[in-house]
Nanobody, 122 residues
Framework: QVQLVESGGGLVQAGGSLRLSCAASGRIFRINAMGWYRQAPGKQRELVASITRDGITNYVDSVKGRFTISRDNAKNTVYLQMNSLQPEDTAVYYC????????????????WGQGTQVTVSS
């Protein structure tokens, strides 16, 4: 079993910055792709950014040039640096990870964190 714990959310004014962190722990064998999703009230959860184990990144268009995803494989941790935050970025941000367990190298299990609130005031 793998646990994901997010931190770094909070309240910030428009134009400000926040850095989210997500640390994986537990019976970790190999963390593959990691990502950040967000869900605003009344909206569907959407992928914000993802990163492969080799560092290939992908972003939703609305955050390109403002958000940067990175990871530290040695620490099983993924980060999301968010700059130039806008009120429309307000949401609960969730960490997501794909994990290959030691008992089955062909299996991939997906895990979610509990979420961290990001609120951007205008």
């Amino acid at each position: 079993q793998v646990q994901l714990v997010e931190s770094g959310g909070g309240l910030v004014q428009a134009g400000g910055s926040l850095r989210l962190s997500c640390a994986a722990s537990g019976r970790i064998f190999r963390i593959n792709a990691m990502g950040w999703y967000r869900q605003a009230p009344g909206k569907q959860r959407e992928l914000v950014a993802s990163i492969t184990r080799d560092g290939i990144t992908n972003y939703v268009d609305s955050v390109k040039g403002r958000f940067t995803i990175s990871r530290d494989n040695a620490k099983n941790t993924v980060y999301l640096q968010m700059n130039s935050l806008q009120p429309e970025d307000t949401a609960v941000y969730y960490c997501n990870a794909d994990h290959t367990p030691a008992y089955s190298s062909t299996s991939t299990l997906n895990y979610w964190g509990q979420g961290t609130q990001v609120t951007v005031s205008s």
